[in-house]
């Protein structure tokens, strides 16, 4: 099995920053993606962020230029820097891992981190 965990929602103020953490557990023995989606009260669900395993990088548009997807492959882990901070930010964030292990590959999903923005 394959385990994702997110870390590091908070409340903070309009224009604010936030660290996401995402930890992937597992014999996992390489990834095909790993994404950060988010959905707010009343929204559907959206793709915020994505990177590939040869670190392609994509952001939804309403993001671009203020956050910023990395990982470290050594850990199993992705990170969401979050700058500049906005109210519609606001919502639950979820971390998507596809992954490879001896036998097949797993999409796993966090259990969301709730990030508010808000004065």
């Known amino acids: 099995q394959v385990q994702v965990v997110e870390s590091g929602g908070g409340l903070v103020q309009p224009g604010g920053s936030l660290r996401l953490s995402c930890a992937a557990s597992g014999r996992i023995l390489n990834f095909n993606t790993m994404d950060w989606y988010r959905q707010g009260t009343g929204k559907e669900r959206e793709l915020v962020a994505g990177i590939t395993s040869g670190d392609s990088t994509n952001y939804a548009d309403s993001v671009k230029g203020r956050f910023t997807i990395s990982r470290d492959s050594a850990k199993n882990t992705m990170y969401l820097q979050m700058n500049s901070l906005k109210p519609e930010d606001t919502a639950v964030y979820y971390c998507?891992?596809?992954?490879?292990?001896?036998?097949?590959?797993?999409?796993?999903w966090g259990q969301g981190t709730l990030v508010t923005v808000s004065s």
């Open positions: 998507r891992v596809v992954a490879r292990t001896f036998g097949r590959t797993w999409d796993a």
